[in-house]
């Protein structure tokens, strides 16, 4: 067991296969992410300006403990 992680922590990245990697995780959390902010909006009816675009962002970025909290709040 120990060899196997050894193993796995001991592989090179070049820079360019994390950002393949950043890519690969973060298009699919993005768009569930904007999905989730879209249907989830009623908290935005009271905020005016940059408050909005701020809260609108922030739900996309936050949207894994925003559905954990919906999930334990009702």
Request: proline letters at 3%; hydrophobic letters at 55%.
């Amino acid at each position: 067991m120990l060899a196997k992680l050894d193993r796995l922590l001991s592989y090179e990245m070049k820079v360019s296969e994390f950002i393949g990697t950043l890519i690969i995780i973060g298009i699919p959390y993005g768009i569930v992410g904007v999905v989730w902010s879209i249907t989830h909006t009623a908290h935005l009816r009271s905020l005016h300006g940059i408050d909005v675009i701020v809260s609108f962002l922030g739900s996309i970025l936050c949207w894994p403990v925003l559905l954990f909290a919906n999930v334990t709040m009702t």
